[in-house]
């Protein structure tokens, strides 16, 4: 959400900031719609003191016999009792209309964003490890088959984007979504959560997923809604808090199913696990000052990558451009992964810093150390740590090997109770 105080100090600036996300001007639109909202509610106030003064000169005119003055009084009175609540009902109109429009607005782009009108203008920041040559190299769904990977039993089930993960390939899917929780909480910092899957209306406006992105989500019966990202759930812990400046950073990890409707991925990513209805996700939120959030930002992001540098994954480090980043951030960080069954890089985290824009939706504010009275919206930042589908998908297809086995990453084998190698089931 836009600080419309902000909006009227600078208006240049943040039609700027929108040209930078290939949008038109607003700020005149909504200082317009502002003044209408400020003007209604001058007219309140004076109504409603007029009202008041009024009411106290009836006393007055009554003391001093003037039956005349207080029936006029008191007509005057009677006049503006009735015409209060229509002025204040608009008055709240205008600003839940002025509330709307702010809404819809995406946050703007830090100052080191580069400009750019969508994903191939993005900016390589840094590489890691050696990409597998593809030549030979299946993708994961052939090679996931005999491990345990079912897509046909979902398709039954469930429908299209669905798959049960059997056997093998289950419990190394369990495996590395409990390697990415215990390296955070040990390693980063990060406090486990194991937080609701199902959130009301609340809670996804304020990270920013509703209204605009309501067609993206699943809605139940009873009017919840079904988490697309555990950023959802771990961010709101701090709604209308306000936390001590002492406090922060507070750092959140979660695992939880996440649910999306990929209502504009038709046609996309068909074949396999890479986009999915329900998919399993290792989430980190962070909850920061604003003078802490830059440097959060890169130890956020840090984080990922050391999961993938463990599993010994090759990937590139992505600044997404202004035409790329996502609704509520202002600096995001795309982690790709290489997978030489499809021979290209894929995203597998992305790590945001949102400012202050999801604490203005939540009303979650900090008090800075030796205020006693101001507060200060806090910053927030979220990231994949890592998406476990896709990690999988990275494991099986970089340490695939000839005969249809896959090598279990070094690192991973404490949790996988030492097995060394998954091997594909026999065939009848």
């Known amino acids: 959400m836009h600080d419309i105080k902000l909006i009227r100090e600078n208006p240049q600036s943040f039609d700027a900031g929108l040209a930078r996300r290939g949008l038109e001007p607003l700020s005149a639109t909504l200082l317009a719609s502002d003044a209408a909202s400020r003007e209604m509610q001058s007219r309140a106030q004076q109504m409603l003191a007029r009202r008041n003064e ?32 229509a002025l204040e009902a608009a008055q709240d109109e205008a600003v839940q209309a002025l509330e709307a429009q702010l809404a819809a607005i995406p946050n703007l782009p830090a100052e080191e964003v580069p400009m750019g009108g969508g994903e191939d203008e993005n900016v390589e920041q840094s590489r890691w490890g050696t990409p597998r040559d593809a030549e030979g190299c299946r993708d994961h769904v052939d090679l996931g088959a005999p491990l345990g990977l079912d897509f046909e039993s979902a398709q039954k089930v469930s429908g299209a984007r669905f798959a049960y993960l059997r056997g093998p390939v289950a419990r ?7 390697f990415m929780l215990d390296t955070h909480t040990t390693q980063f910092g990060y406090q486990e959560v194991a937080p609701p899957v199902m959130v009301r209306d609340e809670a996804l406006f304020g990270t920013a997923q509703l209204p605009k992105f309501a067609e993206d989500l699943f809605k139940t019966t009873d009017g ?25 950073p507070l750092r959140f990890t979660a695992l939880t199913a996440c649910f999306r409707s990929e209502a504009g991925a038709a046609g996309k990513d068909t074949r396999g696990l890479i986009r999915q209805h329900q998919f399993d996700k290792v989430e980190m939120v962070s909850i920061t000052t604003p003078e802490q959030s830059e440097a959060e930002h890169e130890r956020m992001t840090g984080a990922a990558e050391h999961i993938l540098q463990t599993l010994e994954l090759p990937y590139r480090k992505m600044l997404l451009c202004s035409g790329d980043l996502g609704f509520s951030a202002r600096k995001t960080y795309d982690l790709e992964v290489w997978l030489p069954g499809q021979a290209k890089y894929r995203e597998i985290s992305s790590c945001s810093n949102c400012g202050d824009f999801q604490a203005r939706r939540m009303a979650a ?24 589908g896709r990690t999988l998908v990275a494991v099986l297809e970089n340490w695939q090997n000839a005969d249809g086995s896959v090598t279990v990453p070094p690192a991973l084998r404490p949790w996988m109770g030492g097995i060394e190698v998954l091997e594909p089931a026999a065939k009848a």
């Open 365 to 388: 504010r900090f008090r800075p150390a030796g205020d006693q009275k101001g507060t200060r919206f806090v910053h927030t930042l979220n990231g994949s740590g890592l998406a476990v």
């Open 224 to 248: 919840r809604w079904l988490i697309p990202t555990a950023e959802v759930s771990l961010t709101n812990l701090v709604r209308e808090a306000i936390l001590s400046e002492s406090e922060l």
């Open 172 to 178: 190394l899917n369990r495996a590395l979504a409990a």
């Open 54 to 85: 009024a009411s106290k000169a009836i006393g007055a005119a009554k003391a001093a016999k003037d039956e005349a003055k207080a029936a006029e009084l008191m007509a005057e009175v009677a006049g503006l009792k009735e015409q209060l609540p």
